[in-house]
């Protein structure tokens, strides 16, 4: 499975840049995880979206899912132009409702999959989550600590396995969810001084790190950058954490997922 890195800013995007959004690619199968602002011009860039196979979104705030507007007017004028068989599957939350709702109305785009209503399976630590197929990538999704529902997945094939924190602040359920990752692409809202800040649904830098410490993950990758931070400081503050290197998502870079 190949990770590739659309957007990597939070809550808008540097210059040049874009908000929240990853594709994950294993053969001919092509996700497109979160479609923050900008994303959707990025992801053109290295797939044709007439051949996604879903598209999965942790929560819906904007810089996580604003350009599924931009997709599913690609998508529906690809079905009209007899360049797409179908729908696109989307994999959503389904509150709140008036926010889902927007989204939910596009039926001539998506064929609506709603996260809290995929079955559950035990994923060990006495941690639930809810489990979906794409192709031959297993998803699993566990409940996050945010100010709205949201979540984070964990995308596994027969080589490898990823997981993407979402938005949330530290929780078990994450911890649980990411432990043994070959990679973990997590949030780093913030640096140090900003600990009272993000406490409500965000981690920074350093609990970044120490969270992959913890959950023993092979790869970290941090990613929700603030545009004004200093690459430098994020990079130091999560390696601490981590006690070990950790990697800053940076645009158009392609990471392979293996054991
Ligand atoms: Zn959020
Ligand atoms: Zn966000």
Redesign the pocket.
């Known amino acids: 499975m190949q990770l590739t890195i659309l957007g990597r800013n939070a809550p808008y995007p540097a210059p040049g840049g874009a908000c929240s959004g990853y594709l994950i690619q294993n053969g001919q199968t092509s996700i497109m995880l979160e479609a923050g602002n900008g994303s959707f011009g990025k992801l053109c860039k290295h797939v044709d979206f007439r051949r996604l196979a879903a598209v999965v979104i942790t ?1 819906l ?1 904007p810089d ?1 899912c604003m350009d599924l507007h931009c997709l599913r007017h690609a998508i529906a004028g690809a079905i009209r132009d007899q360049k797409r068989t179908g729908p696109l599957a989307l994999f959503i939350p389904k509150q709140p409702d008036e926010k889902f709702q927007q989204f939910a109305k596009y039926k001539d785009a998506f064929i609506i999959n709603a996260i809290e209503d995929m079955p559950q399976v035990n994923i060990g630590g006495g941690t639930q989550a809810h489990r979906a197929r794409v192709g031959r990538l297993q998803l699993e999704f566990t409940p996050n600590n ?1 100010p709205l529902p ?1 979540y984070a997945v964990s995308i596994e094939d027969e080589k490898g396995r990823m997981v993407f924190s979402g ?1 949330t602040a530290r929780t078990k359920q994450l911890e649980d969810l990411a432990r043994g990752a070959n990679l973990f692409l997590c949030e780093a809202s913030g640096l140090d001084k900003d600990v009272d800040f993000v406490k409500k649904g965000h981690l920074t830098a350093r609990q970044a790190g120490e969270l992959a410490k913890a959950a023993g993950v092979k790869k970290l990758v941090i990613t929700h950058l603030y545009p004004e931070y200093s690459i430098n400081d994020l990079t130091i503050q999560a390696s601490e954490g981590f006690q070990n290197a950790a990697a800053v998502a940076k645009e158009d870079a392609k990471y392979n997922v293996s054991k």
Do not use: P
Request: no cysteine; aromatic share 0%.
């Open positions: 929560h705030h996580h945010h949201a938005d």
